[in-house]
């Protein structure tokens, strides 16, 4: 049984660029959760979607924006990157009413330069 | 005022000592508290998971959640060199699309 992927695994963008990070949750899950995890802090919320539809979000600007697909699938988009979006982001996945199970992917590590 | 409080260590010990991770929190709101833990370059794995107040034990680990104090323990028996990781501790309040908050997390290493 596949986990949680997420690709790719590293990216190197320049600031103002835009860049599409991808998550598969693990089988069966419905859910799909973002978060961002600055080195040494603990992960923070960006925005969870269920059934194609982003139901919460966190203290991050519009920049930040995502999409779930028919398959449960999603990608997480950040526009016009600034330095301080250099972080490791992490995707996560549950089935819905069960949020405090999350099963979380090896993230994407990115770098702004 | 963070939501969630956890010394960010780190924490060393020898192997075989018995390990106490702590967080506190300010929302009276959070229902559900968990602790998950993260080796270098992986994401998050959640080790245990507890509703409301009490404690709940699975192998070496022990989950202790005190609500009138708003203060959560996760206590790792007879630690081993494998335990060494990054403890996270995080809450929820009571919904399924209810954010959930992470500590910053404590940095444990384990001496052989």
């Known amino acids: 049984d596949a986990g949680v992927t997420q690709s790719p695994t590293h990216l190197i963008k320049t600031r103002g660029q835009q860049v599409t990070l991808r998550c598969s949750p693990k089988?069966?899950?419905?859910?799909v959760s973002w978060y961002q995890q600055a080195l040494g802090q603990g992960p923070q919320f960006i925005f969870q979607?269920?059934?194609?539809?982003?139901?919460q979000r966190g203290n991050f600007p519009d920049r930040f924006s995502g999409h779930q697909f028919p398959n449960y699938s999603s990608e997480l988009n950040v526009n016009a990157l600034l330095l301080g979006d250099s972080a490791l982001y992490l995707c996560?996945?549950?089935?819905?009413?069960?949020?405090?199970?999350?099963?979380f992917g090896s993230g994407t590590q990115l770098s702004v330069l | 005022q963070k939501e969630v409080e956890q010394d960010p260590g780190p924490l060393s010990v020898p192997e075989g000592a018995i390990v106490s991770l702590n967080c506190t929190y300010s929302?009276?709101?959070?229902?559900?508290f968990m602790w998950y833990r993260q080796y270098s370059r992986k994401g998050p794995e959640l080790l245990m998971y507890t509703y409301s107040s009490g404690n709940k034990e699975d192998g070496r680990f022990t989950a202790q959640v005190d609500k009138s104090s708003k203060y959560i323990s996760l206590f790792i028996r007879d630690s081993q060199p494998s335990d060494s990781a990054t403890y996270l501790c995080a809450m929820s309040a009571v919904s399924s699309a209810s954010k959930i908050i992470f500590g910053s997390g404590t940095r444990l290493s384990i001496r052989p």
């Open positions: 089988s069966g899950h419905d859910t």
């Open positions: 979607y269920y059934e194609e539809e982003e139901r």
């Open positions: 996560a996945s549950s089935r819905d009413r069960g949020n405090e199970k999350l099963f």
């Open positions: 929302n009276s709101a959070f229902q559900y």
